[in-house]
């Protein structure tokens, strides 16, 4: 397959490139930055310069294709809802490209995007809530609208994706530890973030793509839930710091705009995603990631 990938000099699409490539497929990434298009033409991949909110770019990128996986995403939080609603313009026109044919096209969610049962793991058939109450969710109301136009479209819903450098919303608990000379968590620290290792993530794009299940909604989950507790002692003894119980008048002053995550339980389950793709997680656990990363300051 040629393969068009947005987001392909990013965490994330780097890796699906490098996995793309070694299973036989062809493919072309699109970047904005010379550093990314340098990465991308020393992996192999065929470059595009240009920018997902350029329809132009995206045309071009779609119009050889074979499949499309799109990764790319502003995570700039500040920016939060303008960025969903920006995806939700991408995927509409990837969606438009792709219309009147078989083409597969992966577009890339979040299990948080799900409310499932108190303490139940989210699953792939549960729904998204509205992006008026999870913006992210934008990207799958998206999803929904190309699919009743008969677009060969599927989702991966993220976890927090992680290696040794880079562990998701978990790398900014991380910053804040630093910063503050405390690793914290609310309460008792039973909230529960899903996790998958990064080559594992990489390997399920893969197969989303080439089994192309229309409609389908996979998990990107190798661990169902790992407990803010466990996370933020792994990162206290990281760093050489204290960890600390917060009260509920604490945890907002403490973690700012991380709070609504810090005290969200999410676990999720991706039993329906391994049946149906033969997935088989194997990588790393979040823990062992973060007792193997380097906790210097990226300052120093």
């Known amino acids: 397959m040629r393969v068009f990938v ?16 070694g299973n036989g497929h062809r493919v072309v990434g699109l970047t904005r930055s010379d550093k990314g298009a340098r990465a991308l033409a020393a992996a192999g991949a065929e470059v595009q310069r240009g920018d ?12 050889t294709a074979d499949g499309v996986i799109h990764t790319a995403f502003n995570h700039d939080f500040s920016q939060f809802v303008a960025n969903c609603e920006s995806d939700r313009r991408v995927i509409e026109t990837l969606g438009a490209l792709l219309a009147g044919s078989t083409r597969p096209l992966v577009v890339t969610s979040a299990i948080a995007v799900v409310k499932a049962g108190a303490g139940e793991p989210a699953v792939e058939t549960d729904p ?3 992006s008026r109450v999870v913006p992210r969710a934008a990207s799958e109301e998206a999803v929904a609208a190309v699919a009743a136009r008969g677009v060969n479209v599927s989702v991966v819903r993220l976890s927090q994706v992680h290696d040794p450098v880079r562990q998701g919303l978990v790398s900014d608990l991380i910053a804040l530890a630093r910063a503050k000379g405390v690793a914290a968590y609310a309460a008792e620290g039973q909230q529960r973030w899903p ?23 996979h998990h990107a989950v190798a661990e169902e839930g790992v407990s803010l507790r466990e996370m933020a002692e792994a990162i206290a003894r990281g760093l050489r710091t204290s960890v600390a119980s917060l ?8 973690f700012g705009w991380l709070t609504k995550f810090a005290t969200l339980d999410m676990p999720a389950s991706s039993a329906k995603t391994q049946a149906l793709l033969g997935w088989r997680p194997a990588g790393p656990t979040l823990l ?10 990226p300052a120093d």
């Open 6 to 21: 947005t987001g392909a000099s990013g965490f994330i699409g780097s890796r699906i490139v490098q996995e793309l490539l």
């Open 52 to 63: 997902v909110e350029d329809a132009q770019s995206l045309r071009a990128g779609v119009s």
């Open 128 to 130: 998204a809530v509205s």
């Open 195 to 217: 996790a998958a290792h990064i080559g594992d993530v990489a390997r399920l794009y893969r197969l989303a793509l080439e089994h192309g299940v229309p409609g389908a909604v």
């Open 247 to 254: 009260a509920a008048d604490q945890v907002e002053p403490h």
């Open 288 to 297: 062992a990631d973060l007792a193997q990363m380097r906790y210097r300051d």
